[in-house]
């Protein structure tokens, strides 16, 4: 009797130690005790078919590429799988406890509200959160949230990241391409227009100068006037045209003096403040200058034309490998949450997208606009002093 208590005893420390594969042997008296034995191999069979269970699904879990995270109801994180670990360099110790907005940076609900700051509410388009790895290069995310109630009855989110650094790569190639053929075929007909068209127009001009004096009909000599400066009309109008096509000056004199001499041609409808700061000695790929210079030419153009600003100020950036330019007015504004998107922001964020920058607007109805460009010109150490890692914890 006292030996097989003995062993139910021992079987009950092995359950209690993971070692679900082990049972009591049953005598032939079929008594209460083998009865009892027999319920405790029972939960033997169920505790080993449970490790087996959760075994697989940790297989599972640790086996897919995406990042998969486990958070409690605080965004504190409790697991993590193999592949998070691999990607952000992470240890499983240095994750647990921290708070998952510490590794990803972004907003990760498609449809949350967008809170109001002190000069009104902020919206950009950055579409993708990151995950910010311990060192390195942050990685742009799909995530996808889902709730999970665990067998215990917790509250907790499974949040799923999937890189997609290697899609928004071939996005940008594509783009680039696009964007960089539009402005040679801006340039090419830039010449044209300056080298065919104002050529003859200037040689017309010149064949109706020589027939003036030969002219002795007032009415003819005057409509022959009056053409001719309806044609130096012209030649200034193409020359206009030229120059927003393609300003000689932006190659020249660089992107400063190019924004200086475009918003002239808006003098008479607002006042324009230009500044600029350690940008003097920088240079700027040429790639990276025409976008800039593209994207003042469409903000000008809004805040005169639909915001009905009267006064621009634009400032010109750089700190630390960073270009900056901010574009603000004192126009009508708009509402950020609720506004059609034209084709004009959509190509400023095609550009921006393309050379990995990011497009930030601040606008608030009747109390004007702020509109926030940023390049990165060494990107790396600009991602990694914007992006902290959590700290290891003592």
């Not at 391409?177 to 801006?186: G, P, Y």
Request: aromatic share 6%.
């Amino acid at each position: 009797m006292d030996k097989r208590f003995k062993e139910i005893s021992e079987r009950l420390i092995d359950y209690s130690q993971g070692k679900f594969d082990r049972r009591i042997k049953l005598s032939e008296d079929k008594d209460e005790i083998d009865g009892i034995s027999n319920g405790i191999n029972m939960l033997g069979e169920e505790l080993n078919e449970a490790l087996i269970s959760r075994n697989y699904l940790d297989s599972i879990f640790n086996s897919v590429s995406d990042m998969v995270i486990v958070l409690d109801k605080k965004g504190k994180i409790e697991d993590a799988n193999q592949a998070c670990l691999e990607q952000l360099l992470y240890t499983k110790n240095e994750l647990l406890g921290n708070n998952f907005r510490r590794i990803c940076k972004g907003d990760l609900f498609i449809n949350k509200n967008i809170k109001a700051g002190k000069k009104g509410v902020t919206t950009g388009f950055n579409e993708h959160p990151v995950m910010c790895p311990k060192n390195g290069k942050p990685i742009p995310v799909n995530v996808h949230v889902s709730p999970f109630i665990n067998p215990g009855g917790r509250e907790l989110t499974v949040v799923c990241a999937t890189d997609i650094s290697p899609l928004i790569t071939r996005e940008n190639i594509v783009m680039r391409a696009i964007i960089d053929t539009q402005e040679k075929e801006r340039q090419r007909v830039a010449i044209d227009l300056h080298d065919a068209l104002i050529q003859q127009i200037t040689a017309i001009k010149l064949h109706i100068a020589c027939n003036l004096a030969s002219i002795k009909s007032k009415p003819l000599l005057n409509n022959l006037v009056t053409a001719n400066q309806l044609l130096n009309t012209l030649v200034t109008d193409t020359r206009n045209i030229c120059f927003n096509i393609m300003p000689p000056n932006l190659k020249e004199f660089g992107l400063v003096k190019a924004v200086a001499d475009y918003s002239l041609l808006f003098s008479k409808h607002a006042k324009f403040q230009i500044y600029e700061e350690n940008v003097k000695s920088l240079s700027l790929p040429e790639a990276v200058t025409i976008d800039l210079y593209r994207i003042v030419q469409e903000l000008i153009s809004n805040s005169i034309r639909h915001g009905k600003a009267t006064k621009v100020c634009i400032r010109f950036l750089n700190k630390k490998n960073l270009f900056k330019m901010l574009v603000e007015d004192n126009g009508k504004g708009f509402d950020t949450q609720n506004y059609k998107r034209g084709m004009g922001l959509g190509n400023i964020q095609g550009r921006i997208k393309s050379q990995n920058g990011t497009f930030h607007i601040q606008s608030t109805p009747l109390k004007g606009s702020r509109f926030s460009i940023t390049v990165p010109l060494n990107e790396t150490e600009w991602l990694t002093k914007n992006f902290q890692h959590p700290k290891r914890k003592k």
